[in-house]
């Protein structure tokens, strides 16, 4: 996974980085860290989850984007 990031930062991309604290390796391939606590394998996916989601949240209503995208999603798919 560094190795695709280090790609992109060679080709100028802005890189933001969900990484374990003290990573000291992504703090020189990363431009923004988002630090989570070092957990176990098996449990990251649903710590990193959160903050990507947030992030994509802020990004899209920052952007104007309507952020309930595909409309009513939770009741097109809870509703038979």
Do not use: W
């Amino acid at each position: 996974m560094l190795s695709n990031a280090q790609e992109a930062k060679a080709r100028d991309a802005q890189l933001i980085g969900v990484v374990p604290m003290n990573d000291p390796e992504a703090e020189y391939t990363f431009d923004q860290l988002l630090p989570v606590p070092v957990v176990d394998e098996l449990l990251s996916p649903v710590l990193t989850v959160i903050p990507l989601q947030l992030l994509a949240y802020h990004i899209a209503a920052r952007r104007g984007l309507d952020v309930d995208q595909p409309r009513n999603l939770a009741k097109s798919v809870t509703v038979e």
